[in-house]
């Protein structure tokens, strides 16, 4: 019998409780009142008796901005105006009214999911909490302090920059923190547990905020409640899944309970009479599930959830329910020693995984305005694209419970870094237990969700402490207790937590490293390869040496003109205008004073194009130079497939419009380099590549049983003459990189002509392509080009419509944009083949006119 739930060794007692409970038992509930405390609040300046109305959730920058404070930080260059938020304390203050039904439960408390950051609260102008970290929500009980009838909340905000001075003060040595974009002597970001990325990073703005950043809450209850839940499928397969539950309840009395579980809202048979004595008590249900559905990544099947039900019953009533969507799976990292290191890879189900993904930030640096469709757009652009894997780097926040759940139902698992970044951390006591108060709290927040797969303690710190010259900034003594610090805290305090409260998953201490702390060596652990971008070499430079696992690496491109637009005037439309630097934060003056990633673009387009003189043909380009060097890299990583297994891109997305390595910008519209992501991420790819005096194709295949395909290899003129041609039968082995076609550049008849020809490959099963490659013998700046000579019919359907486009002549990466750019394209920036018709589905709600709504360019025009 398909999805039959059944406590482990208890098939005959769970049929009859199951028989029972279903038959003779009735319930009635009463279970806890929940209340959001989300309106009339109002916010002022301390110090000011002016008071304006403010959204909590929220941050006072966004508050200012929608009462008229202060003007959109987002354009030009207008976050330099609003700087003096970051050194003034806030006052918010809201009224709620309390029954006396509330008031009567045995217990009321005030639930805060997030205050950013030192807060101190008063209820009824009782001061009942003090709060210090932003990543950790707090509670408190406050029936004694309530009243019946109305009710004042106040939240005291003290400046975080001023109370970092303070702690900064207090020591005679530096810790460094090198993406603050403050003085290096006032450098605090350190001393505040609160996302980094608020002070500035080489991709964002310094936009030190202050606020109630999630929701506050009042929760009243009766007797007992189901504190924690944790789960974890010990095994699983296609006939039966292990799983265990450990249950935490905070019991008020000494009593007689019934804990039972519901799947798919119909009783388990899953059960327990419990005796809970007044406190914390902890118990556990063992249970199998068998023919379970289970949960899979992206691309290998589906990631089915099971809704889980807890249910916590006294006298034949339900007083409380614990309630969550649950992926059945094993998840594994295996690292083997092999004959080059160890290995590094994921296993799935049992099954090993090349993961395919990318590093996120939030979507807004002021992270309340990130909306549940903000969410959605993150995660289909993830899952568009082929990914299976996303990683929450270090320097940004936990993220919202939706994004996960949002991961969980589509397959995405997620490497989750502590909140640490590219910085030391002082080593006070105080310091180190608020940070292992946040590892615990983050940890069991989280660790239900089946996309969790991995936790990392920091991003590049190890790394900064042996290259960055932060060793050289003490005294041996002062060296020797950073680094025990370091080491109590990535060694101890957070794989501790990992080890107690999340035990099903791995740790690891920081990425990149190698096996057992050391540093990155490309031959075991995780890898940062920046050696294209920040050491300049070149795009080839991605097949050289690949590690076993890339968990960063990227090119930046300035966004779509749509969105220059919306943050700039046409005067600043220059790389070198005030605006366009200001915008732009990877600043390198190792290489030059003022050197940044602005000149880095045209450095890499002088290698690979023409530098156009026009600003908007200069942004189109960078978007080609990128896709291009994600395209280098993904291929080179996929054919390395087993010894990599592994890559990571930074960035998937924007946290305001600007520069950076993102593939889809702030508003949503896709580079070039995601269109370029979304077919190297493919089940199956063809990847031609020249290695020595071979022209060696690779099929690399991510399906779990082979196939039997065939192969044509064309070598065309961009008139579409074909000069040469070979088609053979292969053998596709499943879940890794083969070889499928060999010859010698020299027995191709391209003469002296490498820059007029391209190879075309198609990978055909059954009569159907699954994959196709364009590889070019030159770089674009080389290629002779025909003039563009592109043919187009538009046809509406629904939702949109369809381009067909047509060519007699090879059109070179081939941008359609429509007014506004606001739509989605099924494909763009591609080549398009002459003799090969394409068509392209436009999704949008705009009526178009063919004449003067579709703009077309191609490299062709810009020769």
Not at 569 to 591: A, C, G, K, L, T
Request: aromatic share 12%; charged share 25%; hydrophobic share 40%.
């Amino acid at each position: 019998m398909k999805n039959k739930f059944i406590p482990a060794g208890l098939l005959l007692l769970s049929f009859l409780a199951l028989v029972f409970t279903t038959c003779t038992r009735k319930t009635k509930q009463k279970l806890p009142v929940m209340t959001e405390i989300k309106e009339n609040w109002q916010f002022s300046q301390a110090g000011s008796d002016s008071w304006l109305k403010a959204e909590v959730p929220g941050t006072v920058h966004t508050d200012l901005l929608a009462n008229g404070q202060i003007g959109d930080f987002f354009y030009r260059m207008n976050e330099n105006d609003v700087q003096w938020i970051e050194q003034e304390d806030w006052l918010y203050r809201t009224t709620f009214n309390v029954s006396d039904d509330i008031l009567a439960k045995d217990k009321v408390e005030l639930i805060f999911k997030g205050l950013d950051t030192y807060a101190h609260i008063f209820l009824n102008d009782e001061l009942i909490l003090e709060a210090d970290n932003m990543f950790v929500g707090r509670e408190v009980e406050c029936r004694d302090f309530l009243k019946s009838g109305e009710n004042e909340l106040r939240i005291l905000f003290l400046s975080p920059v001023r109370e970092g001075m303070k702690k900064l003060g207090k020591i005679d040595y530096r810790i460094p923190s090198v993406n603050e974009q403050a003085p290096v002597g006032e450098r605090t970001s350190v001393f505040t547990r609160k996302a980094p990325f608020h002070y500035g990073w080489d991709w964002g703005p310094r936009l030190v905020t202050s606020g109630i950043w999630r929701p506050v809450y009042l929760r009243a209850w009766d007797k007992a409640r189901i504190k924690d839940i944790y789960l974890q499928t010990i095994s699983a397969d296609s006939l039966r899944a292990g799983i265990i539950a450990d249950v935490q309840i905070h019991s008020l009395t000494g009593e007689n309970y019934l804990l039972s579980l519901y799947i798919n809202g119909e009783p388990s048979g899953v059960s327990e009479n419990i005796t809970l004595s007044k406190g914390i008590n902890d118990t556990r249900l063992e249970f199998s599930i068998y023919n379970p559905d289970l949960w899979w990544t992206n691309g290998l099947g589906e990631p089915h959830l099971y809704d889980f039900s807890f249910r916590l019953e006294h006298k034949r009533t339900v007083i409380d329910k614990y309630e969550l969507d649950y992926g059945v799976r094993t998840i594994k990292l295996v690292q083997d020693p092999d004959e080059v290191g160890h290995s590094f890879h994921f296993e799935v189900n049992g099954i090993p995984v090349f993961m395919k993904g990318a590093n996120i930030i939030p979507s807004e640096t002021l992270t309340p305005r990130v909306t549940e469709e903000m969410y959605k757009n993150l995660i289909n652009n993830a899952v568009e694209a082929n990914m299976n894997m996303l990683r929450v780097w270090g320097g940004a926040i936990y993220e919202e419970d939706y994004f996960y759940e949002l991961c969980n139902r589509n397959g995405l698992l997620v490497w989750q870094d502590f909140m640490f970044a590219c910085n030391l951390q002082p080593g006070d006591e105080a310091h180190l237990e608020n940070i292992r108060k946040e590892a615990e709290y983050n940890v069991k927040r989280l660790r239900n969700h089946a996309s969790v797969a991995l936790w990392c303690g920091n991003n590049e710190n190890l790394h900064g402490w042996h290259h960055w010259g932060w060793q050289d900034l003490y005294t041996p003594q002062q060296r020797d207790f950073m680094w025990k610090t370091y080491e109590r805290i990535f060694y101890d305090i957070l794989p501790g937590a990992v080890a107690e409260f999340d035990p099903k998953n791995s740790y690891w201490s920081s990425s990149p490293s190698s096996v057992g702390n050391q540093l990155a060596d490309r031959k075991s652990g995780d890898e940062h390869d920046w050696t294209v971008w920040f050491g300049r070499q070149p795009f080839s430079n991605y097949a050289n040496n690949v590690p076993r696992f890339v968990s960063e690496w990227g090119l930046q491109a300035f966004p779509g003109m749509h969105t220059i637009e919306n943050f700039s005037e046409p005067d600043d439309w220059d790389i070198d205008s005030d605006v366009m630097r200001h915008r732009q934060r990877s600043n390198m003056p190792y290489i030059e004073p003022g050197f940044d990633g602005n000149d880095m673009i045209r450095w890499y387009m002088e290698m690979y194009y023409n530098v156009p003189d026009d600003f908007k043909d200069f942004t189109y380009v960078s978007q080609l130079l990128q896709a291009k060097g994600y395209k280098t890299a993904v291929e080179a990583h996929r054919r390395a497939m087993p010894h990599c297994m592994g890559t990571l891109y930074w960035q998937l997305n924007d946290c305001w419009p600007t520069v950076s390595w993102s593939t889809v910008d702030y508003h949503n519209r896709w580079k070039a380099s995601h269109y370029a992501i979304k077919k190297a991420y493919e089940k199956v790819i063809v990847s031609s590549v020249i290695e020595g005096d071979q022209v060696n194709t690779y099929v690399v295949s991510d399906k779990l049983e082979p196939f039997e395909a065939e192969i044509t290899l064309s070598l065309m003129e961009f008139n579409g003459n074909i000069l040469w041609a070979d088609t053979l039968p292969v053998n596709i082995p499943a879940n890794t990189s083969s070889l499928a076609h060999s010859i010698q550049e020299s027995e191709l008849p391209a003469g002296d002509r490498p820059g007029s020809i391209v190879l075309v490959t198609d990978l055909v099963v059954e009569g159907k392509e699954v994959a196709t490659s364009n590889f070019y013998f030159a770089a674009p700046k080389y290629l002779d080009l025909p003039p563009s000579d592109v043919w187009f019919a538009l046809r509406k359907v629904r939702k949109g419509y369809e381009l067909e486009l047509f060519s007699d002549v090879l059109e070179r990466n081939l941008f359609i944009d429509i007014p506004g750019g606001k739509g989605t394209f099924s494909d763009n920036y591609f080549d398009l083949l002459p003799g090969r018709e394409k068509t392209i589905k436009i999704t949008t709600d705009l009526i178009l006119d063919p004449v003067t709504d579709i703009n077309i360019i191609s490299l062709n025009d810009l020769r």
